[in-house]
């Protein structure tokens, strides 16, 4: 039995289908790629998984379907990061953490000083302790997606989706947080969903990739398992022309590259 | 620092309510008082203890729920007028002096207006599935345009020397005429009402994130929000139906709160309603004693609430 397994998911908005009978099953401790072309069905497939839009289909994590959870429940074992938080009035960054924990305590308590602590720590991770008492709103639109990031570590969920959390973020903190989430899944035997709009990152921390194309997997592929040619070919189908090499960084550890390649070498090539 | 600026705007609201008790058309001492010269304990009593009691009251009420509504509809210009409150007890009031004598049925069909123009507009809302915010604020222009378009109706079966007259009053407000008696129950429900929303303040904050984003938290959002805006128009229409309407104080505190603390915590919502409350109790004393005749309370509030929202206007502008 698989940690996560959605089956014949299909949804959409207005009546009109984005996603059509998507299934596939994730293992704990892994993090999970959805890559696809602009308006592919990614945020759809995500908010579908937890919920925010109808759909029919289940969404089965750990022998108990998702769907029709009550939200304090569904929160305690599922988070989610959106591409853009709509929190947008003045508010600390550690009360901003601090809402993490509101599917662990009631309706009319207050986060104790524990879950203080723990927030502080999560926003050490993020790089933000020092700003703990700032005003989310005065961030940079990075700032605060790592700050819903921090939110997000302090949940204690059993499946993480996440709306491309790199999207606002520097190339520094694209890696260290994907890393963030790598070190967390194994420690927590988790599970980590992740829509990414940057296939090297993917490349480098997915252990899967669900490539999407409209509204249907094309391929999965497993980078650390499948070869070049295979996965290079799955891209392609996705993306159009493009080449996949492999090179090595300073410490000699090797990393996937994919390149666009332009139409008219493909032409010379024929 | 936020406390401080409480315990400051405090002391200014004690200033304000000593001032209230003896400000006003028939001089008070209180010597007088004590004596019991002339009639001095009894206006005391039945003028200016109550209506000081209803600025305080009122005002702080009017600006918790202030605070509560700009936070849960992430829009610093909403107030309880924008589910259709005002309208509902107005329309309320209006028929209430057509059809029914003395003040308390007056105030009673204030209050009923009120409430039951909130509940057309959230089972309205609820129509909607899509979970958006703007649908309550959709359904509450309805509700306004259907309760204004009852009090027009009723303005015009109204007898122009009397009924009319009375209609245009309750409208603009105004502290007289409340007796402690007419306080009671309204006072029960409301110290109730903003006690809940104290200690709801978290969902609160919870339900500023948008809706996907609250649920993924763990938030029931059309439940919680459904429940505390029922909360909250319980306050508004408990202090409307006897003061008539009062502009823009449900506005003017939650911005000066936050002004001063840069924040949203509960501290914040305190100062929203002692800054409610010492403008009500400010705008009272003007009204009592700026002209021979008593004005009505809302021209005082307005010429502060006017200028100020031209200021948070221009102050958006250059942040933009």
């Known amino acids: ?270 | 620092m936020d406390k401080v600026f409480c315990i400051i705007t405090g002391v200014i609201l004690l200033a304000l309510v000593i001032c209230s008790l003896f400000i006003g058309k028939y001089p008070l001492s209180a010597e007088g008082i004590i004596t019991n010269q002339g009639i001095q304990r009894k206006v005391f009593w039945t003028l200016r203890f109550s209506r000081t009691i209803m600025s305080v009251w009122g005002g702080f009420c009017l600006g918790i729920t202030g605070f509560t509504f700009q936070t849960i509809f992430r829009n610093p210009l909403s107030s309880p007028d924008i589910i259709g409150v005002s309208s509902g007890a107005s329309a309320g009031a209006a028929a209430g002096i057509l059809f029914f004598s003395g003040s308390l049925y007056v105030t009673l069909s204030a209050f009923l207006g009120a409430f039951g123009a909130v509940i057309v507009t959230l089972l309205l809302a609820s129509l909607d599935n899509s979970g958006r915010n703007n649908s309550i604020v959709l359904s509450g222009i309805a509700v306004h345009a259907l309760a204004q378009t009852v009090l027009m109706a009723l303005k015009l079966t109204a007898d122009p020397e009397k009924e009319l007259a009375s209609i245009e009053y309750w409208i603009m407000g105004g502290l007289n005429n409340i007796s402690l008696y007419d306080m009671k129950i309204p006072a029960v429900i409301c110290i109730i009402s903003m006690l809940m929303l104290f200690m709801f303040h978290r969902q609160v904050l919870l339900l500023s994130a948008d809706s996907a984003e609250a649920k993924m938290l763990g938030v029931d959002v059309k439940k919680m929000q459904f429940i505390i805006l029922l909360i909250s128009t319980l306050a508004v229409a408990c202090t409307i139906s006897l003061t008539g309407l009062i502009s823009f104080i449900g506005l003017l505190a939650p911005h000066t709160a936050r002004l001063l603390t840069k924040n949203n915590r509960r501290t914040t919502m305190v100062l929203s309603g002692l800054m409610g409350s010492v403008i009500l109790s400010l705008a009272d004393i003007f009204a009592r004693s700026a002209a021979s005749t008593e004005l009505p309370v809302s021209i005082f509030t307005s010429l502060i609430g006017a200028p100020f929202l031209i200021y948070l206007i221009s102050r958006r502008r250059n942040a933009v």
């Not at chain 1, 499948?226 to 550890?253: F, P, Q, R, W």
Request: net charge neutral; aromatic share 6%.
């Open chain 1, 1 to 270: 039995m698989s940690f996560f397994a959605v089956n014949n998911l299909s949804a959409g908005y207005n009546g009109r289908n984005i996603l059509n009978n998507i299934s596939f099953q994730t293992e704990n401790g892994s993090i999970v790629g959805v890559l696809g072309t602009n308006g592919s069905g990614k945020t759809t497939l995500l908010k579908a998984i937890c919920s925010i839009i109808n759909h029919t289909g289940s969404c089965i994590l750990e022998n108990k379907d998702i769907s029709s959870l009550k939200p304090k429940k569904l929160a305690s074992i599922c988070a989610y990061i959106p591409q853009r938080s709509g929190i947008d009035i003045d508010i600390s960054l550690l009360d901003v953490v601090c809402m993490g924990f509101n599917s662990r305590i009631g309706i009319f308590q207050q986060p104790t000083s524990e879950m203080k602590k723990q927030a502080l720590n999560a926003l050490n991770k993020v790089g933000l302790s020092q700003r703990a008492d700032e005003n989310y709103r005065s961030l940079s639109e990075g700032q605060k997606q790592l700050c819903i990031v921090a939110r997000t570590l302090v949940s204690n969920a059993r499946l993480f989706l996440l709306d491309e959390p790199e999207s606002a973020l520097d190339i520094n903190y694209r890696y260290k947080i994907m890393a963030l989430f790598g070190t967390m899944v194994k420690e927590q035997n988790s599970c980590v969903i992740t829509a990414l709009h940057d296939p090297n990152l993917a490349l480098q921390w997915c252990d899967r990739l669900i490539l999407l194309k409209n509204g249907e997997i094309s391929d999965i592929i497993e980078p650390k398992k499948d070869c070049i040619i295979k996965m290079e070919k799955a891209l392609s189908n996705l993306y159009g022309a493009v080449a996949l090499t492999v090179c090595k960084d300073h410490l000699g550890n090797e990393h996937y590259v994919l390149l666009n390649q332009s139409e008219e070498f493909l032409c010379s090539l024929k």
